[in-house]
């Protein structure tokens, strides 16, 4: 069945979940409906919006999606600079720690969601890249004067197959800049691909790739379950899952002057740099609404990786959870 049509399956089954709550006498079921005024809602969840954050704003979910594209679509062309001025430059320790702990081979297949300017793909390249060329160098110190004069005859049969990373975010402002910023490092499109989709939907087959990694990204996710099950479906069995997100700090003088520091320069810089105070306003609240290092660990496993733990960095400022699918 073609991506598309599996998009289309899954999203009817998702709202006939969602909108359709049925019980019966002494039993219950997903389908049909009830009879008896009492027994059940049938059809009035349709009706009515459930609510969720945005930052700490209650809102109906159904609008949460479209105001975070907006947060992101104002702040594109300034993201990366932000980052660096918010995080004093520490985003790039984060993300390298990322990928030390990934530590991809050649022949990895990545996907990176909420990837929007590319950061962890690029990284995830030129690390494969560094693979490729130490084991090259090891084969030729290895190798005798007959095995490098017939390498010419045999070199493309025991090369793996080529690495590739594919950065899909539902932002197309976002990838508009990763892309002109791949250009102007001059970083090569092979192996590298740009895809507009949803963290909750994604438009791939399932077990299609090695790693998943989102990256500052799942906590703008309206429902951080379903986004879960994605990354589930679309990895390959033995695949893995690596989200590197913003976590509750452990110590108690660091996190009164993270919060200080927070509510008090982050907006400003904001202001300052991007020209837009209430999207890093968000940005801020959204990080104390998501959940603890612990919490998030369950929701994981909850979605059915094995195997999953979390390291932190920088006191708890941040948390890479780690987990493997079966």
Known sequence: MSASMRLLVRRVIRLSHRNINVAGTGGSSRFGCCWGPSSCRCFSDAAEDRNTHFGFETVPESEKASRVY??????????????????????????????????????????????????????????????????????????????????????????????????????????????????????????????????????????????????????????????????????????????????????PVLARLYDAYSFQMIPVLGEVIAGDWKSYQYLVESIRKFPDQEEFRHMIEDAGFCCVQYSNFTGGMVALHSGFKL
Not at 94 to 109: E, F, I, N, T, Y
Not at 116 to 144: C, H, K, N, P, W
Not at 161 to 184: F, P, T
Not at 222 to 240: M, N, S
Request: proline share 3%; glycine share 6%.
């Open 70 to 251: 907006k947060v992101f679509e104002n702040v594109a062309q300034k993201y990366d600079v932000m980052n660096d001025a918010m995080s004093l430059g520490i985003h790039r320790l984060w993300k390298d720690s990322l990928l030390h702990a990934m530590h991809p081979q050649p022949g990895a297949r990545l996907l990176d969601v909420a990837g929007g300017t590319g950061d962890i793909a690029f990284r995830f390249l030129e690390y494969v890249r560094f693979q490729q060329e130490r084991r090259a160098a090891r084969s030729m110190q290895t190798s005798s004067w007959q095995d490098i004069s017939n390498s010419d005859s045999t070199e493309n049969e025991d090369e793996p197959q080529e690495s590739r990373a594919v950065v899909c975010d539902i932002n197309k402002e976002m990838l508009k800049v990763g892309k002109q910023k791949a250009d102007s490092m001059g970083i090569s499109t092979a192996g590298l691909s740009w895809v507009v989709g949803d963290a909750e939907e994604l438009p791939f087959d399932d077990n299609q790739f090695d790693i998943y990694t989102i990256a500052f990204g799942i906590r703008n996710v309206t429902h951080i379950d379903q986004a879960l099950e994605e990354a589930l479906r679309v990895l390959k069995p033995g695949g893995r899952f690596m989200c590197l997100e913003f976590s509750k700090v452990t110590n």
